[in-house]
């Protein structure tokens, strides 16, 4: 597989290039991943596509999951745990994930389960950090409508407008 990584300009006059790696399930998170990509001038790699090689001078990685289980996809984790540590101590991380917004669930059991268990994106940002990233921004959700999606209403946009907070 050939493609380009492209150079992002930061606003503090770094230049960086950046890689956004997801898993998705039934969609969603791909689209996110693309409105990230495009609002930072990049590619998307899906995580059975990814490896380390991949990682080399890169300044800003971007790894998105939807939250399965109040946890990234066994992919992403396992991705993840493959990561040197320390390999990515020159780099800038963000995580985001898909997740049901817990206002929209009714039962208030399920309800209390969802927010104690939490969502992948936490869990993302804490495995790249560990790894040596350097955290910028916050780590994400962005809303599904159900369990299979559809993405709520706006949030391609919002996707596109915290990817650009990453450059600040």
């Excluded at 300044?59 to 040197?84: D, N």
Aim: one cysteine or more.
């Amino acid at each position: 597989m050939s493609f380009q990584l492209t150079h992002i300009s930061m606003s503090k006059g770094l230049r960086m290039r950046s890689l956004i790696i997801y898993d998705s399930v039934f969609g969603n998170t791909k689209q996110i991943a693309e409105a990230i990509s495009q609002a930072l001038g990049t590619k998307t790699i899906p995580v059975n596509e990814a490896n380390l090689t991949l990682l080399e001078d890169v300044g800003l990685l971007v790894v998105g999951s939807p939250t399965r289980g109040f946890r990234p996809t066994p992919a992403i984790s396992q991705f993840l745990k493959s990561i040197p540590t320390g390999q990515l101590c020159t780099m800038h991380i963000a995580g985001f994930d898909t997740r049901i917004d817990v206002k929209t669930i009714k039962n208030k059991f399920f309800r209390f389960i969802v927010q104690k268990g939490g969502y992948a994106a936490h869990q993302i940002v804490r495995e790249l950090v560990k790894k040596g990233g350097t955290q910028i921004g916050t780590a994400e959700g962005f809303f599904v409508d159900d369990r299979e999606g559809p993405l709520t209403p706006g949030e391609i946009e919002r996707a596109a407008t915290w990817a650009k907070s990453l450059l600040n």
